[in-house]
Every structure is written in C-alpha cells, then in structure tokens.
C-alpha cells in the first residue's frame, strides 16, 4: 500500500485529475481508513467554482486538494494512542476539524472553533488554513487518516453508501435538537424534499416528533414524504397558491407550530423563509441550516415580542452522529428510502456534472474509490 489514487483538484473551475500519490501515514492519534463510499454533496459543485468569488471569507483546501466531505469505509491501521478503534472497524468519518487549543474547543464547544474547518470542503475563517493543511484528506481517494475522535461506529445494518449521507442526516439532526424536536411537538420542514430536507423529515420521525409539516415546491416529491408517515407527515406545496400561516393554523388548532427548521438553500426567495416563520407560535424556535445567502428581511419588533428564538447551526458532533447510527440500527431510522447512484473514482466529475439531476432528497449520489 505504498501508493494510492486520488481525485484532486488542479485549478478552480478546472475538473478533478486522478493522481497516484502516497498512501499517508497515521498520526499517533489517527487511523487510516480505506474509503469505500464518499457522498457526493450538492453544493461541491458550488465551492470549486464559486466559493473564492461569492465567499472569499470560507478558505479552500490548497491545492492541488482532495475532496470529498462525507467519507465511510474501513479502519485499516491505527496510531499508538488511538482508543476503542482497531483494524477491521466500520466508520464513518466526520469531517468537522476543531483545533482543541481554542477557548470555545476548552469549553467543549469544537463547533464553534475559531479554526474549524471540513476537511476535504473548506474552512469557517482565515484561520482554518492551518486545519485544512493538518488534514489534508477527503473522501475521494482510496484511503484517507482520519483523527480518532471524528469516528462514528456503523452497525452491520448500516451500508457505506447509506452512511456516506451522514453529513447531511447529522446536519438536520442537529437543527432538531437545537429546536427539541419530540413528542409533543410540530415542526415545520422547510424545503422538505431536498437533499438536506428529508434527513431533517426521517429523523424528525425518528425523535418521535407528533406531527411534521412538511413544506416544498413539488408535489410528486412531496406525497413521497408523506408515505414515509401518513399519520403523522402533512404536506403543504408552495405552488399551491394558498396562504402557508393559514394552512399552518388549521394543522394546529390555530395556535402555529411549535418549531422551524428551514433547509433551503442558495438562490431561495426570502419570502419562503419569511412565510415559514410566520407560522410560528409565541415562545417557539427556528434553526436555519440550508444557508439561504439572500438578505431576509426580519421583523424584529415581532420576534422579540413572541419570544421567538432564531439562530443557525450548520455541522453535529461525532457523538450525534454515533447517536444516528444507534437510531439506525434499533430501526428508529430508516435509510432504506435512499436510492443510491454510484460512480468510481475515475468518474468523479461526472458524478458532479449530473446530480443536479437527482430524485430530491431520495437520490443518494456516491464516489466509491476502490472500484
């Protein structure tokens, strides 16, 4: 294993090449893992073209770099102070990079790093450059290192492919639990049928959340969501025509929902993150995580007056994500609804090129670098 190919990005705008470079060696506190699925996210596309221009702020790896944000597959060596993993573990690595220096990491708040980063996507601030350099390692290569403490454990029942969608499951469950999404409650899905979307609708279901009402454009896609749950998933399509407060309303006795949680993303109108909120009952909660980059006009007056609490979060926790792979495999989460499109290595620009083309959120686009 002296040698390995890796998909790497030359120049911005350019495609990926398929290099041979050196196998890395792990850290004393690292594993190395031989990657059998990575997740094709949505938005790569957007970050090797578009990130240095609409976001010069959010540093990339530098290059020539490897991507890939959502890496699965098998530890095959470890360091000489890595804890509870050994050779033949099945992962899932997080790719969410904290210094461990900083005061918010000493505080155990890793999200908030000043340094924090994805390794294989990019960085939160200037800072970052020095993480993205320590971990230079994503997913679209045939082996990656991997720090000990990013690792979730999968059960058998759990495929690679399935848990090469971690990212984003992990992504809305932690919009959940920052709402405290549960029983008792309804929430509202905003952008339910997306990639992002549905996690936030599966596990919604799987914290055992009353009723969730499910928002997005197209109604083919919608009245799938809703068979995942017809009892307890409501769908409401933004084509409609209809008022979304007053639909919301009627779900809940008139007295609005209890949260939002609001995957749009990129390019969405405001009024879509407007209406959403407008359904708010007094004293509820809203998380964004799609990262709608419009300006969206607030009434603050109102939010104050409701005590409506609104913030973001964008990235979960290895824990959290240990806690999905619990839910999975105890059947509260069912990743069975995802319909997996796989590429190999050599063609991973073509798996760039087409995914705009996918099922919604059904659609599970992978890079599998051993075939």
Known sequence: MEKMRAARLHQIGNPMEIDEIPVPTPEVDQVLVRVEACGVVPNLGNVIKNYPIWFPDLP?????????????????????????????????????????????????????????????????????????????????????????????????????????????????????????????????????????????????????????????????????????????????????GQSLADWAAACTGGKGVDAVVDTLGPGTPSKAVTDALDCLRRGAKAVNVGGVSELVPMNLFKLMAAQIQWNGSNWFSAAQGQDMADMAACGLLDLSVFETTAFPLDRVNDALSTIGGRNGGFTNFVVKPQH
């Open 60 to 240: 990339l790896p530098a290059l020539p770099a490897i991507f890939g944000l959502d890496p699965a597959g098998v530890v095959v060596a470890v360091g000489k102070r890595v804890f509870d993993f050994k050779e033949g573990d099945r992962v899932y690595v997080n790719p969410g990079r904290a210094c461990g220096a900083c005061r918010s990491c000493r505080a155990n708040d890793a999200l908030s790093c000043e340094r924090f980063a994805f390794s294989g996507y990019f960085g939160f601030s200037a800072q970052a450059n020095e993480l993205l350099r320590h971990y230079p390692y994503g997913g679209f290569a045939e082996y990656m290192t991997a720090p000990q403490q990013s690792l979730v454990r999968l059960p058998d029942s759990v495929t690679f492919d399935q848990a090469a969608r971690f990212g984003y499951l992990g992504t809305a469950y932690a919009a959940l639990a920052r709402v405290n999404a549960g029983p008792g409650q309804t929430v509202i899905i905003n952008g339910a049928t997306g990639t992002l979307g549905l996690g936030a609708v599966l596990l919604a279901l799987a914290r055992g959340t009353t009723k969730i009402l499910a928002v997005a454009r197209d109604m083919r896609l919608l009245q799938r969501v809703e068979e995942l749950s017809p009892r307890r998933v409501e769908i409401f399509s933004t084509t409609s």
